[in-house]
């Protein structure tokens, strides 16, 4: 059965940074895209950043401020998240699947979700 982990939320004040983890297990998703969304109140999902192969794509709000990783041999995906402000507050959720896409719609598989909570 597949199951995906998230760690590493938590409250931290505008300017600071947190890293999140997403360990998958149940099987190898090495050909798969990883990704983060993150869904604040009040809210719509929304992509963040994904990973597939050696490319990686994020959305226009964190550019320059958000890296996503991954670890294949430990079939975990990680977002470093710096410089974060409190519009970044939203539970944040790893997903993979097949295709790269920023469309949470094309993912198969998802984390329980991390809350973020940036403070002014």
């Known amino acids: 059965q597949v199951q995906l982990v998230e760690s590493g939320g938590g409250l931290v004040q505008a300017g600071g940074s947190l890293r999140l983890s997403c360990a998958a297990s149940g099987r190898t998703f090495r050909t798969y895209a990883m990704g983060w969304f993150r869904q604040a109140p009040g809210k719509e999902r929304e992509f963040v950043a994904g990973k597939r192969w050696s490319s990686a794509y994020y959305a226009d709000s964190v550019k320059g401020r958000f890296t996503i990783s991954r670890d294949n041999a430990k079939n975990t995906v990680y977002l470093q998240m710096n410089s974060l402000k409190p519009e970044d507050t939203a539970v944040y959720y790893c997903?993979?699947?097949?295709?790269?896409?920023?469309?949470?719609?094309?993912?198969?598989?998802w984390g329980q979700g991390t809350q973020v909570t940036v403070s002014s």
């Open positions: 997903a993979v699947g097949l295709s790269g896409s920023t469309s949470d719609v094309e993912y198969d598989y």
